[in-house]
């Protein structure tokens, strides 16, 4: 049997009979059972007496309804406000140039709204929009944001309220208090006198001709806490000709189900005061704040109540834990609940770059694990996962991720399965040979794999040592050089040759005080015509890896000289067990970056000897590098160097002799 109360609409309908024990604590805390939001909401919290919820009663008074049957057709209007509750994220400082390069991509993306910052709060943000008038803008109208007046002034003469009119932006926005008790303490000012504040300041900049938004700060808990004095804030406001009421979340401590309910009364007060023709007609909108991770899911609960404007950042950020991340609430509007959200829905798939862009401005780490747009939103590393992915799609994805301009990656490491090597061979365009050379060669690499892993190397960030190793154990490849021998000292030299390491010698480190000999044997040439080089090669360096690199360069360069090209732009050392001290497992990771190409790629190797980790992750970034430039069939294919070196010498009558260079 299903139970509902009152006139509940379709969403309600279709909830299911709460479980006895949640009807007990209902009936005990002396809530009125309102549909499965309820249901769970009393079956956790079994007495009345600790809840703050009055969803309760306005449950039954308002007659919720549920979302519109033509949700479909509506549209949600974007409301980004990076460049202000955004920048109020610690770590965040936007320049000018900043702030106008956020402002047109926003744009370009087809947000309605982008509020640009407060031009009464500093001088950065007033020249801000002094150079924004200058910016035509395709899609969005900017937004300038302020206060209502400051209590006991007149509007004419409130330097906040003249600053947003200075902006001449067509939106202004201004945050006033929707909470009896915030009133009070903080503005110390009467009830009565923030409803003046609010209506005044509302008529004076619609009198200036501006489209008025009214962030109601603190409805959410204002509204639990005296319900009516919330909802008089909202009315003041509408009915000073306030085009969008904004419902905030502002301390983020309120909950979807709250949120919903809350925003669909709000949205049927305005209604009302529209048809009682007190107000012309006001939309509702939703600003959360992220504090315990529901600002996401809150704005779109409050949208299925009604609201149809969301405001957000890009990536979340702002104040304290952030904003609601419009990064995620976008995708969701268009994929998930059908609504348009964007001028053009195509520019979805521009939010991953969106994305990565804010970070570059923001000067914040990517986070990988970011959905819809971090680069582990569609990153697949559990075997069973990988092999169904590799049949269908859709079985560990709930959408295509080039809808969103993100992509499909495969990660391997110890938990993967033959599909993970399978889906790395296509990856890296190796599948052409026979399915069963390919069954082979994956079980052998996934084998190996798991015994490296499990002896300190960690393969997921390092796809160069992946793909190299994969393409090691084909016959078909050949590693162009082999490091046939090495050594690396590392001295004391005397303080006239700059070697003096005392704490007080003002050259610290010494100079060059590590050297490296290196003996390798190198594959040169190209199909046709191809020669095996030794060569014996000294290099210099700081340390010993850095002297290990000079000494590897010296020998492949004359041969390939785009390695010239070719820099580390990371080295990361980590200690596997630390209790095993100075004979511990050291993990290496170099990143190299191809400037030429403009293409980086990760190398692992672990090793108790941190120089045989790190040169062992030197060679696979060098060979990955002539890889990558030349491809698999730049020099020779044969299945040893050593049967190349004996055609050789019919073919070249040079090289072959040991070349040692200065
Ligand atoms: C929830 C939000 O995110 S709202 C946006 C918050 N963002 C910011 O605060 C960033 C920009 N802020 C600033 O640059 C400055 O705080 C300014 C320029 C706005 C004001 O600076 P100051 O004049 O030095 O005041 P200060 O910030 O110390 O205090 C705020 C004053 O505004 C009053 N006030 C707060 N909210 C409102 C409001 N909605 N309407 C009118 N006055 C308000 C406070 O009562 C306080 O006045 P009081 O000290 O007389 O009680
Ligand atoms: C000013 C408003 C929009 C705000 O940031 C909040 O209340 O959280």
């Known amino acids: 049997m299903a139970l ?15 479980d006895s024990r949640a009807k007990r604590a209902c009936s005990n805390s002396g809530l009125i059972l309102a549909g499965r939001t309820r249901v769970a909401h009393c079956a956790a919290l079994p007495s009345r007496a600790h809840i703050h919820d009055s969803t309760a009663e306005y449950q039954v008074q308002d007659l919720y309804t549920g979302p519109p049957s033509s949700a479909a057709e509506l549209g949600v209007d974007i409301y980004d406000t990076t460049l202000r509750d955004g920048s109020q994220g610690e770590g965040i400082s936007f320049s000018v140039e900043d702030k106008l390069r956020i402002l047109q991509r926003l744009d370009d993306l087809g947000v309605a709204f982008i509020e640009g910052g407060w031009p009464g709060s500093n001088p950065k943000d007033a020249a801000f929009f002094e150079a924004a008038k200058k910016v035509p803008l395709k899609n969005a109208k900017l937004a300038a944001f302020g206060s209502t007046r400051y209590k006991n002034v007149l509007c004419e003469q409130d330097a906040n309220l003249a600053a947003l009119l200075e902006a001449q932006t067509p939106v202004v926005t201004i945050v006033g208090k929707a909470a009896k008790k915030q009133v009070e303490l903080v503005l110390s000012a009467s009830p009565e006198e923030n ?3 609010i209506s005044e300041s509302v008529h004076y900049l619609v009198s200036h001709g501006r489209t008025v938004m009214f962030d109601a700060e603190h409805f959410f808990d204002g509204y639990q806490a005296d319900r009516e004095y919330a909802l008089q804030c909202c009315r003041a406001a509408a009915e000073a000709g306030a085009h969008v009421i904004v419902l905030c979340d502002t301390n983020g401590g309120s909950t979807p189900w709250q949120i919903e309910c809350i925003t669909a009364t709000v949205s049927k007060e305005l209604t009302l005061l529209e048809q009682s023709g007190r107000a012309a007609a006001t939309k509702v909108g939703i600003h959360c704040h992220n504090d315990m991770e529901l600002a996401v899911a809150n704005s779109v609960a409050a949208v299925r109540g009604g609201a149809s404007l969301v405001q957000g950042t890009a990536n ?7 904003n609601a991340n419009l990064m995620s609430i976008i995708p969701i509007l268009a994929l998930k609940m059908g609504r348009s959200c964007l001028a053009d829905i195509s520019k979805l798939s521009q939010m991953t770059s969106m994305s990565r862009f804010i970070d570059e401005m923001a000067n914040q780490p990517h986070v990988p ?9 569609f990153a697949h590393k559990g075997g069973l996962h990988v092999a169904a992915v590799l049949k269908d799609e859709s079985t560990y994805q709930h959408i295509d991720p080039k809808i969103v301009g993100n992509e499909r990656r495969v990660l391997v490491s110890e938990l993967s399965g033959r599909g993970n090597i399978v889906s790395k061979m296509q990856e890296f365009g190796i599948l052409s040979e026979s399915s ?20 300190g190397y960690t393969f997921e960030g390092a796809e160069a040592s992946v793909e190299l190793m994969i393409r090691r154990a084909m016959a078909s490849y050949t590693s162009p050089f082999e490091l046939l021998d090495f050594n690396v000292t590392t001295g004391k030299r005397s303080a006239n040759e700059g ?8 050259v610290p480190f010494g100079d060059s005080p590590s050297q490296a000999v290196v003996r390798m044997r190198l594959l040169v040439g190209d199909e046709d015509m191809c020669a095996v080089r030794n060569t014996l090669e000294v290099g210099e360096g700081n340390g010993p890896v850095d002297a290990l690199n000079a000494a590897i360069r010296r020998s492949l360069l004359p041969f390939f000289p785009s390695l010239a090209e070719l820099v580390l732009v990371d080295y990361k050392v980590r200690i596997l067990d630390n209790e095993s001290a100075t004979r511990a497992i050291t993990r290496v990771s170099i ?9 980086e790629w990760t190398t692992v190797s672990a090793h108790p000897n941190i120089i045989i980790a790190s040169l062992n992750s030197l060679l696979d970034g060098f060979e990955f590098a002539m890889l ?13 160097t050593d049967t190349i070196s004996e055609g050789i010498t019919q073919r070249i009558a040079t090289a072959a002799e040991p070349v040692a260079r200065e």
Do not use: W
């Not at 694990?369 to 939103?377: D, E, I, N, T, Y």
């Open 628 to 640: 990558s430039r030349h491809g698999p069939d730049c020099l020779v294919t044969a299945s040893s």
């Open 436 to 455: 069963d050379s390919v069954k082979k060669n994956s079980k052998l690499v996934l084998d190996q794999i798991k015994e490296l892993e499990n002896c």
């Open 316 to 322: 979340g950020l702002g104040e304290r834990t952030g």
């Open 195 to 197: 409803l003046a504040m």
């Open 369 to 377: 694990s970011r959905p819809f747009v971090g680069a582990s939103a």
């Open 4 to 18: 509902f109360v009152g006139h509940f609409g379709k969403v309600a309908r279709r909830y299911v009979e709460p």
């Open 499 to 506: 070697g003096d390491f005392s704490q007080k010698s003002n």
């Open 591 to 599: 990143t190299f970056k191809d400037v030429g190409e403009n293409r």
